[in-house]
């Protein structure tokens, strides 16, 4: 994708709307830039998440294993951990609006009935059967979830739910020291 912009008398440019929406790019994101020895200047959205990943690696698999459930981490866009499936069809990949959207909501989530939230992008497997946001300083960094193969398979019990909500309050934490 290509957009011509221009800085203006502070040297402020404009990251065009298109270019936003595609990279999910909302106010206030953490921006990292770079610079190349042939002039090139390069913007890449920070995710204070990405810092955990290792960590959150680990978690994944401590909930896996007590719970047998896959357990997933993402960032506001996408999956950075998982454990317990697939790994291959969750990792790394954007996470899907409708999970986007129920962190932007701020609260815990367990599928009900006849309830369809897919973890990816593109995808209508794996679901969202529990999810606790987290949260650092007010503001939503990522989410902890269970994921369920299938529609039908994805109501989970009140352990999950507790356990997504207290990992994700530790995660949170974690950010803000």
């Excluded at 502070?10 to 610079?35: C, S, W």
């Excluded at 020895?37 to 294993?65: N, R, T, W």
């Excluded at 009140?158 to 207290?166: F, I």
Aim: with cysteine; proline share 5%; hydrophobic share 40%.
């Amino acid at each position: 994708m290509f957009c011509l912009t221009h800085t203006d008398d502070l040297g402020r440019i404009v990251i065009p709307k298109e270019i936003r929406r595609v990279l999910r790019i909302r106010e206030g994101d953490p921006l990292e830039i770079f610079t190349e020895k042939d002039g090139e200047v390069i913007f890449k959205k920070y995710s204070p998440m990405g810092e955990l990943s290792a960590f959150a690696a680990q978690i994944c698999e401590s909930l896996h294993k007590t719970t047998g459930a896959v357990s997933v981490i993402c960032d506001r866009d996408t999956v950075i951990a998982v454990s317990g499936g697939n790994r291959k069809e969750l990792l790394e990949k954007r996470i899907s609006p409708a999970l986007e959207q129920l962190m932007e909501n701020r609260g815990m989530y367990r599928a009900g009935e006849g309830e369809s939230v897919p973890v990816a992008e593109g995808t209508d497997t794996p679901v969202v059967s529990a999810a606790a946001p987290i949260l650092s300083a007010g503001d939503v960094m990522g989410c902890v979830l269970f994921a369920a193969g299938e529609k039908t398979s994805a109501p989970c019990g009140e352990t999950e739910l507790k356990l997504a909500q207290m990992v994700s309050g530790f995660l949170g934490k974690q950010m803000e020291e």
